[in-house]
């Protein structure tokens, strides 16, 4: 019996000391907050406390503040976090919003994957917060309707807003209807970020040769966030329209400039043959093609002005005193020959996407040049953008004076 007895008891230790041994720990220790007082200002002094806790076993922790109301302001919720010690770092603000001063009940709170929970609570203070909300004012978006094709008419929206105060980040952007981000470059009057009225130049990237976003309804976005992290975001609409790279060319970079030599009082002509290659109408405008300058004239003395945006075939010569290039141009093609599409600035005459259409003008030398054969040659221009080809087949002529 007295064996017996031993081993029974022997049994009944081992079974307690196991027992024991599978005791779990609890779900959450170590709560502590580091330091509990906080001036949340972008001083550099005490800015940000550290809640650190910790869980023994994989849990969703959710943290959150009590104020002296008992109104709840979320931290974190359920979020997913494995076994061990954890640090958040909190500066005050919560839903992008700097919370007021004052004192506060940090709780943090862990559920493990069967259930069970933990909660624990400790004390922060608030004190001498930044008091100056950021607040992004008169956002304005102008025009609503954009035509990123480079024929000089809505092709550039101006973003203006502005800052309350000073801010550490702001992004301004488009949000296209998939979600893609399309970015605005910064503004060109005031540094980024820095208190104050604020402009943007958006061209959609084409003054850059980039295909713009893809037509349609865009919203734009300014968001800023100030140094202790209050956020705020603004938005707007934008439609783009007709949007693509304007690709226009003299095929094969072929003129015809004849005759060889010209009297004076007669004629000199040329010949080339334009394509619209791109996607995109182009603008072009008068004179029209088969339209006589004489050697005293040049396009403004005949009432068509360099515009923005408009394509037009000039051409230049050798010795050339009018003091800027191309003096003689002319229209891509006939009236019959180009679509009439309203817009901004009324009626404008286009080239349409894959339209083929050659260009014919006359130049009657009236005076001397300084040379008895000076050579003269054709060009395609972009006006205000580029000359798109430049001296296309220069030929010498012979002027007879």
Not at 246 to 267: D, W
Not at 276 to 305: D, I, M, W
Request: aromatic share 6%; glycine share 10%; charged share 25%.
């Amino acid at each position: 019996m007295t064996k017996r007895l031993t081993l029974l008891l022997s049994l009944l230790i081992l079974i307690g000391a196991t027992a024991s041994g599978c005791r779990q720990r609890p779900l959450l220790e170590g709560v502590a907050i580091r330091p509990a007082t906080i001036s949340p200002n972008a001083d550099g002094q005490e800015d940000v406390a550290e809640i650190k806790y910790t869980v023994t076993r994989q849990a969703n922790v959710s943290i959150y503040l009590v104020d002296a109301e008992g109104g709840r302001h979320d931290f974190r919720v359920n979020k997913r976090r494995s076994k061990g010690e954890r640090t958040a770092y909190f500066g005050g603000v919560i839903d992008s919003r700097l919370l007021p001063d004052g004192g506060y009940t940090v709780v943090v709170e862990a559920t493990d994957e069967r259930g069970s929970t933990a909660r624990a609570e400790a004390p922060i203070t608030l004190i001498d917060g930044d008091k100056e909300d950021l607040r992004i004012e008169g956002l304005s978006v102008w025009p609503q309707k954009f035509t990123p094709n480079r024929d000089g008419i809505t092709d550039r929206v101006t973003i203006g807003y502005n800052l309350s105060k000073e801010a550490a980040r702001v992004e301004v952007y488009l949000l296209g209807p998939d979600g893609v981000k399309h970015p605005v470059a910064e503004d060109k009057i005031r540094e980024m970020g820095a208190a104050g009225v604020h402009e943007h130049d958006y061209d959609g990237g084409i003054d850059l040769g980039a295909t713009p976003p893809d037509d349609g309804d865009y919203t734009v976005v300014v968001e800023a966030e100030d140094f202790v992290g209050n956020r705020q975001q603004v938005t707007g609409t934008l439609t783009i329209e007709g949007g693509g790279v304007p690709r226009v060319s003299i095929v094969n970079r072929a003129a015809v400039i004849e005759p060889s030599v010209v009297p004076l009082g007669e004629t000199l002509t040329f010949t080339c043959t334009v394509k619209n290659e791109g996607t995109v109408p182009v603008r072009t405008k008068g004179p029209e093609s088969g339209a006589e300058y004489t050697s005293l004239q040049n396009y403004n003395t005949l009432g068509e002005f360099e515009e923005p945006g408009l394509f037009r075939i000039g051409l230049d010569y050798e010795g050339n005193s009018a003091g800027r290039s191309y003096p003689f141009r002319w229209q891509l093609g006939k009236d019959e020959e180009l679509t009439v599409i309203d817009t901004e600035i009324g009626p404008q005459k286009y080239l349409m996407p894959g339209q083929t259409v050659t260009v014919i003008g006359h130049l009657r030398i009236l005076e001397e040049t300084y040379k008895t054969e000076p050579y003269f040659w054709v060009g395609l221009l972009h006006e205000h953008v580029m000359i798109v080809q430049d001296r296309v087949d220069p030929v010498p002529i012979s002027i007879g004076f």
